[in-house]
């Protein structure tokens, strides 16, 4: 993954991830991705990190994170195990992971109203 250069400093970073899996791979991909989650839990600077299995396609996850801000967001990505799960979507998604279209990048907006 990159940086946006629009997020910077410490405003909050909320980003979802659409992942679309090969068929029959998701129990597999969850096995492997639920304790790296675990762990993700506990990185400095992680506000919220969420797993969801779409109800209408049994192959697709969606992963919602919140972070303290870019660099808290930078410091998970050069962990060990999010490369190892990086990995673990490129042998295992439909396509490559793509920043425009699995990659969302949220804002607040009830918090920017205020």
């Known amino acids: 993954m990159t940086t946006i250069d629009t997020i910077a400093g ?24 639920l304790p790296i989650a675990r762990l993700t839990r506990e990185e400095t600077g992680n506000i919220e ?4 299995r779409a109800n209408d396609e049994e192959d697709r996850l969606v992963l919602f994170e919140r972070w303290a801000n870019q660099a808290a967001l930078e410091a998970h990505w050069a962990q060990d195990y999010t490369k190892r799960v990086l990995t673990l979507f490129e042998d295992n998604l439909v396509l490559p992971l793509s920043q425009t279209e699995d990659v969302t990048y949220l804002s607040d907006m009830m918090r920017a109203a205020d």
């Open 10 to 33: 410490d405003q909050e970073v909320i980003v979802m991830l659409r992942l679309k899996f090969k068929p029959g791979v998701v129990d597999q991909v969850l096995g492997e991705l």
């Open 49 to 52: 990190f969420q797993v969801y």
